[in-house]
């Protein structure tokens, strides 16, 4: 990676939030999404003790510290660096690419996965330097394999009709959700849409899954507590 990758990489989330703040995306927009997810996950994580992961904890996500707080061990996983102004004896964090990383099986009783997979393997962003088409589905089968039999999976995913936007994010559907999920079974589900207020709203899974965004910024979201199959 050369000095301007290194620092596009860098520069890169807070582009992005200047991106949708002060180019002022049409709506409907992506604004809020994070109050939705990190609320629904914070709304369900269960008490530990226990061991968990933070899959893609990204550079500002606060997911960890709360899982950390809980009473769990929680070992946070990205590829780029983090600065948290905070530090948690429970909490820490490795600074790798999650595939190639040896975990023992079966060794999380928590896992979290908040708008993560669907970056796996795209080139450009958050320090993807590899082109992995499934990487995503790999990601998952990875994840299913760590986590212990009785262990849950907090997913939050863009959700609506079947795309892949490079470099950006894919989109799961009708076809890629049952992939990405074949190898967990459904604990609960919940999905999110914006009305014509470009607020964020409860939504069927149904209407979901069909939605043709007007450009390739925005989706639904999908929310989930999954454990794997046995």
């Known amino acids: 990676m050369n000095i301007l990758q290194s620092i596009f990489y860098k520069l890169e989330p807070i582009l992005i939030s200047f991106y949708r703040k ?5 709506p409907p927009n992506l604004e809020g999404d994070r109050h939705i997810e990190y609320s629904w996950i914070a709304a369900h994580i269960p008490d530990g003790p226990g061991y968990a992961l933070d899959f893609g904890c990204g550079t ?5 510290l709360i899982v950390a707080q809980r009473g769990f061990k929680i070992t946070a996983v990205d590829l780029e660096k ?3 102004p905070y530090f ?5 964090f490795i600074q790798d690419d999650f595939l190639k990383l040896d975990f ?7 896992i979290i996965n908040c708008s ?3 970056h796996v393997g795209l080139v450009g962003r958050y320090g993807v330097t590899e082109d992995v088409s499934d990487g ?3 990601a998952m089968k990875k994840l299913s394999d760590l986590l ?4 849950l999976m907090f997913l939050t995913i863009p959700i609506g009709k079947d795309i892949v936007v490079k470099p950006y994010h894919r989109v799961y559907g009708k076809e890629r959700l049952p992939k990405l999920l074949q190898g967990f079974v459904i604990i609960k589900e919940e999905y999110w849409t914006k009305n014509n207020q470009n607020k964020w709203i409860k939504t069927t899974k149904e209407y979901a899954l069909n939605y043709e965004s007007p450009h390739k910024h925005f989706y639904n979201l999908g929310c989930f507590i999954l454990r794997p199959k046995i």
């Open 22 to 26: 002060l180019l002022q995306l049409p």
């Open 60 to 64: 500002s996500s606060y997911l960890g």
């Open 82 to 84: 983090i600065n948290w």
């Open 88 to 92: 948690h004896p429970n909490l820490k």
């Open 104 to 110: 023992p099986p079966k060794s999380f009783d928590l």
């Open 116 to 118: 993560s997979v669907e």
């Open 136 to 138: 995503d589905l790999l």
């Open 148 to 151: 212990k039999k009785d262990g």
